[in-house]
């Protein structure tokens, strides 16, 4: 595919192909299955491989490697149990060894415990091309908190892929806005339903502009707390963020916001998962300052979203004008559906008002 | 038989006896400078450890930079075996570099004992234990290349005179 056919599609709404490779700092990428086959221990890589047909099948979501249990990789489609011949039941699976889970983990930390202590202690690796390693063994613990982990049991490799068109029904939020500040959205949902993919699409379009929708191109500053928006590797981005957007990678919300604000000049700040502390009195100050906050919540729905004290004061900052609830459940009438199904939603919904407008802030 | 013969095979015996003497030489005159190349390379390695978290196989490829001789081979080659893509530990990786540069060195077994127990725990805990394990082995290094420094050039003379008056031994016992 060329480039310029993956711009003009990434600045449409269509739907992801599955061919559709994902972008790593603007190079096209190789398929992300592939690129994460790469972390998997080699006894166990050739078995994978074999699955893995290019161009067609449901795409896979996660690689689980678990101890003494049979090696498993969770599909659009379902589970798939690898076995020496191919995928069949759970009982003719090959079974994941230590070795294997050893070998793996190598390959995810480079061999370097002390350059992911961090990130063993929180239980994620971010990969290059903003894929994630979920690690659980025996965690290490010193002063009453987690440290790090060893002896692990568990490694499951979560495929990433942008969905670009992800954010175009939001797009209606902010149409016509021109040179005007663009309004607070918080995007909320369970676990798992999209809200970063969404998040990250936006922060693109925004980036780029959309001239189509009368939004002109923003600096877009992002606080990549937990490197899921951006996924830099290196202070690469591994994921296409437009050409107007800089990342802070690693930085706790309270502190990156201000510093991006102070920096950067941005007219846009997005960051994931508020709710922490002192998360409010940051947002509190960006929306002082006249800046667009962007921002994602874990909330089942609104009501959830009132009843957690934390969110409810982050909400009430007057950093956000709307809240955009996703799940995966249809809400008749009141539904926008997504031009793309997301990783771990099938399908995946965004319920907006009927108007076309979020709900109301609660 | 011909004396031509005769001083030809003399000449044999002393060059193989004085080369013998003089390849041990070789080797105890190099040690105390590769000593120190992998203590400046274990060092550099210490550096982008602590400082900057590099992961261990661009950190031991930026070591190489720093040192010269085996001392570079061995960071190189360790980086190597680790992006083989086999998975394979730092405590491997190291391992098989080290025996394959256990020939172009002149490390004694007791320089290789040291080193190979280094390998042991590089990269397999936090950056605070490394540094210990680093620094534990820079000084056991440096306690070795002071000793070899002391003895070095008068024990290259003692095996390279050894050498010849072996050859002259043999060339006696001979005739």
Known sequence: ?362 | MPAALIVAGIACICTATGGWGWLIARQLRRRPAELAAVQAALQALRTEIEYASTPLPDALRRAATAARGPAAALCRLAARHLEAGAGASAADAWSVALDQTDALSSWDTSDLAVLGQLGTALGASGTADQVRHIALCVGRLRAAEAEARGGAERQARMWLYLGVLAGAALVLVTL
């Open chain 1, 1 to 362: 595919m060329s480039t310029s056919a993956s711009h003009s599609a990434d600045q449409g709404s269509a739907g992801f192909a599955r061919s559709r490779p994902a972008f790593a700092g603007g190079v096209r990428a190789a398929e992300p299955e592939a690129q994460v086959l790469a972390y998997v221990g080699p006894r166990l890589r050739p078995l994978l491989q074999r699955l893995l047909l290019p161009g067609s099948g449901p795409r896979w979501l996660e690689i689980r490697l678990r101890l003494g249990r049979p090696l498993n990789v969770v599909t659009e489609d379902g589970d798939l149990w690898v076995g020496a011949r191919g995928s069949g039941t759970p009982e003719e699976a090959v079974c994941c060894g230590s070795e294997d889970i050893e070998r793996s983990v190598q390959l995810v930390t480079r061999a370097s415990v002390y350059a992911w202590e961090d990130e063993l202690a929180q239980g994620f690796c971010t990969l290059p091309g903003g894929h994630r390693a979920g690690l659980c063994g025996r965690v290490i613990r010193r002063g009453g908190r987690i440290t790090g982990q060893k002896a692990f049991g568990s490694l499951n490799l979560r495929i990433a892929r942008a969905v670009p068109g992800a954010a175009d029904p939001l797009l209606p939020l902010l149409r016509r806005s021109g040179a005007r500040p663009l309004p607070g959205i918080v995007l909320f949902g369970p676990p798992g339903c999209g809200k970063t993919t969404v998040l990250r699409d936006l922060c693109r379009q925004l980036s780029r502009g959309r001239p189509d929708w009368g939004i002109v191109p923003r600096r877009v500053a992002i606080v990549d707390e937990r490197s899921e928006i951006a996924a830099c590797v290196d202070g690469l981005p591994q994921f296409d963020l437009g050409a107007r957007s800089d990342v802070i990678d690693g930085a706790p919300k309270a502190e990156g916001l201000p510093l991006l604000v102070r920096a950067f000049n941005p007219e846009v700040v997005a960051c994931d998962e508020i709710g922490g502390p002192g998360d409010a009195r940051a947002l509190a100050e960006v929306a002082r300052c006249g800046v667009a906050v962007l921002a994602t919540a874990h909330a089942r729905d609104a009501a959830d979203l009132r009843a957690r004290p934390t969110l409810r004061s982050a909400l009430h900052t007057g950093a956000f004008d709307f809240a955009v609830p996703l799940r995966d459940d249809r809400t008749p009438g009141a539904v926008l559906p997504l031009t793309a199904h997301l990783p771990g939603s099938v399908p995946l919904r965004l319920a907006a008002h009927r108007e076309g407008r979020a709900c109301p802030l609660p």
